[in-house]
């Protein structure tokens, strides 16, 4: 079974820098898409940044021009960079893949910002 598992979640001050990972147990190529999505409390969980198989990518307007979505073959891993972090940015983020109909998901990884 495909599993997702993500990591380089922490704390962080306003203005910092951190990298998420989401490994695949299978080929990360597998799937037709995967994204990033992020939940605060007491908020619904929202989409942050989408990447096909193809390559393209999409941001949500909050973190566009400071998040970055990419992969990487030898790693077998998606990665979302998030650069200039600000408190708004807190949430727990959890990657997902779509393949065909189902949709896999990780465990999620807390992100917290302070001033």
């Known amino acids: 079974q495909v599993r997702l598992s993500e990591s380089g979640g922490g704390s962080v001050q306003t203005g910092g820098s951190l990298r998420l990972s989401c490994k695949a147990s299978?080929?990360?190529?597998?799937?037709?898409?995967m994204g990033w999505y992020r939940q605060a409390p007491g908020k619904q969980r929202e989409l942050v940044a989408t990447?096909?198989?193809?390559?393209?990518?999409d941001y949500a307007d909050s973190v566009r021009g400071r998040f970055t979505i990419s992969k990487d073959r030898a790693q077998n891993t998606l990665y979302l960079q998030m650069n200039n972090l600000k408190v708004e940015d807190t949430a727990v983020y959890s990657c997902?893949?779509?393949?065909?109909?189902?949709?896999?998901w990780g465990q999620g990884t807390q992100v917290t910002v302070s001033s």
């Open positions: 997902a893949g779509g393949l065909g109909s189902v949709a896999v």
């Open positions: 990447q096909t198989a193809g390559g393209m990518t």
């Open positions: 299978g080929s990360i190529f597998s799937f037709k898409s």
